[in-house]
């Protein structure tokens, strides 16, 4: 049997046992896990700044380093985020749907866990912990297989959550790190039909792309993020230079930032000489249309390709468009159904923009930087997910949860 067989199989067992475990249970096993985070931070942000070390000597960008970053702050941040998925209803038993036949037979839906999940993701190590959580309280076993990047962080992460969760009684397979990240070990993963129930890869398109199309295990596609705000003829300038500067500059290396900014012509001037300088400020390069360029001198042109990029960077697409209509057109063209904004006073193009998109999730009058479980109120999340079969937008403990059918009888035959 070889290494990744011999974690699966773990995995396996440790879903049995899980899949009956009370929430008190497990929200037990939680606490200890978000305590032994922040009691051993100065052990994790030791390892974390070793993989920083070797990131900085690789050149990566500015974007990339913040995601791979823990600090005192964000270790505190992510044992408060096991706390409060403890808050949350456990969904394992939950009856969806039930009704009564004419001969008597009760059918019941009811929520029950996938079994077993596996996370190939990349860079950020909050991931180990937030996808850990999630999958416990939802009475999974997951197996987290990161990058090398972060390779020492998931490691002592990894170590510190299910040495908890063994010491409040839970299987050894409820949490397990492959630990190998040459790309053989994801790929077996991918292959691993029978033991693995569903596989969620988070990271850039390259990673996703590789996994929806060579696993034979499901797999729920959490899409990279091209977002879009439309700033609107009808809407509030002031609002609409906040939103975008937020939805851009916030964390630029997150998939819920904005990559493109259209706008409608009749503000097209006032607008963009307004925002120019508040995204300038923050270090934004801008790539502009031919009327963008007519208005705002000096910056770049934008080509084909940046209207489908998804920067994770200080860099924005801006493109002036005739009216909702056509940002519509040009976002469900372009984007990646992750997350689309428009800014505007006119409920009648608000309403054609929500219905219009084909994304994920639809603001009006508001920062793409929302899109997120914790942001929603559903607590940590397992990633964003752009597909639409089973699960869309940001999932948390239902959507890592399928369903059976239990069907109680009294002597009923057919």
């Not at 996938?114 to 993701?121: F, K, N, T």
């Not at 839970?170 to 790190?177: C, E, K, M, N, Y």
């Not at 502009?288 to 200080?314: F, H, P, Q």
């Not at 689309?340 to 219009?356: A, H, L, M, Q």
Request: hydrophobic residues 40%; charged residues 25%.
């Amino acid at each position: 049997m070889t290494y990744l067989e011999e974690i699966a199989k773990r995995a396996k067992e440790a879903s049995a046992v899980l899949a009956v475990k009370t929430a008190m249970e497990k929200n037990a096993a939680l606490l200890k896990m978000a305590d032994r985070l922040e009691e051993r931070a100065s052990e994790i942000l030791e390892w974390n700044g070793k993989d920083l070390e070797m990131a900085k000597e690789q050149g990566v960008s500015g974007a990339i380093l913040d995601r791979l970053t823990l600090t005192e702050a964000r270790i505190i941040e992510i044992a408060d985020g096991l706390r409060k998925i403890v808050d949350l209803r456990d969904p394992v038993g939950e009856i969806v749907d039930g009704w009564t036949l004419p001969n008597g037979l009760y059918i019941q839906k009811v929520r029950v866990p996938m079994g077993v999940v596996g996370i190939i993701y990349e860079a950020r190590p909050n991931v180990t912990v937030d996808a850990a959580g999630l999958c416990l309280k939802s009475g999974n076993a997951v197996i987290l297989r990161g990058s090398s990047s972060a390779i020492n962080s998931n490691r002592v992460l990894t170590d510190v959550i299910a040495g908890a969760a063994c010491d409040s009684g839970l299987p050894a397979g409820t949490v397990q790190l492959v630990e190998s990240t040459d790309r053989d070990s994801a790929r077996q993963l991918m292959k691993m039909h029978g033991y693995i129930d569903v596989l969620i890869p988070r990271g850039g398109a390259e990673l996703i792309k590789t996994v929806v199309e060579n696993s034979n295990v499901p797999v729920i596609e959490t899409g990279i993020g091209n977002c879009h705000v439309y700033v609107d003829g009808c809407a509030d300038i002031d609002m609409a230079v906040e939103i975008t500067v937020n939805s851009k500059t916030d964390r630029p290396g997150v998939c819920n930032a904005c990559e493109t900014l259209l706008v409608a012509e009749g503000l097209a001037r006032d607008f963009l000489m307004r925002v120019r300088g508040a995204l300038e400020e923050k270090g934004v390069e801008l790539r502009g249309c031919e009327k963008t360029r007519d208005v705002l001198d000096g910056i770049s042109e934008a080509t084909e390709d940046d209207w489908y990029a998804e920067y994770l960077d200080l860099i924005l697409a801006v493109k002036v468009v005739d009216d909702v209509n056509e940002a519509i057109a040009h976002i469900n063209k372009y984007g990646s159904g992750h997350s689309e904004c428009i800014v505007t006073n006119d409920y009648e193009n608000s309403r054609k923009f929500t219905s219009g998109i084909d994304s994920s999730t639809v603001y009006v009058n508001a920062s793409t930087r929302f899109t997120d479980g914790g942001q929603f109120g559903m607590g940590a999340e397992i990633g964003i997910s752009t597909q639409k079969l089973h699960a869309r937008g940001p999932m948390s403990l239902p959507e890592l949860t399928t369903t059976k059918f239990v069907v109680l009888g009294e002597g009923q035959v057919r």
